[in-house]
């Protein structure tokens, strides 16, 4: 019983290898291969096309990094529905109603970011 367990994850480990060994060879063949000219445009940073201004280690407003939590938040909330429309004439009356508090509880978080100005840029 043991044995044929451990059997079932052959597969897994075989895809598993198969695909390290293809990412290390594209990795080495493109080290090998690849043209070798170096000048100093090379070594810059790249901005969106234009020449790096100031300092790189400058601080961010906080708006960044709200807008980037609430991005976040909203963008797991899409991640919970789907399997939950996929599935709904299978879960029941009970994961309906979880559903409905889960998006109230998001709304309200959605309400009380925009009474607090969190989507203002300005």
């Known amino acids: 019983m043991e044995l044929s367990l451990s059997l079932k994850y052959i597969p897994i480990l075989i895809t598993a290898l198969i695909v390290f060994a293809i990412g290390a060879a594209m990795v080495i ?15 810059i940073a790249y901005e969106c096309g234009l020449p790096p201004t100031g300092e790189p280690r400058h601080r961010f407003d906080v708006k960044f990094y709200a807008i980037a939590i609430l991005f976040v938040v909203f963008d797991v909330e899409a991640v919970f529905l789907y399997p939950w429309a996929t599935t709904f004439d299978q879960i029941g009356f009970f994961a309906y109603v979880e559903m409905v508090v889960f998006i109230a509880l998001l709304l309200v978080a959605y309400f009380y970011a925009w009474i607090r100005g969190a989507f203002q840029w300005d």
């Open 29 to 43: 063949i493109n080290w090998i291969l690849a043209p070798k000219r170096p000048y100093p445009e090379k070594a």
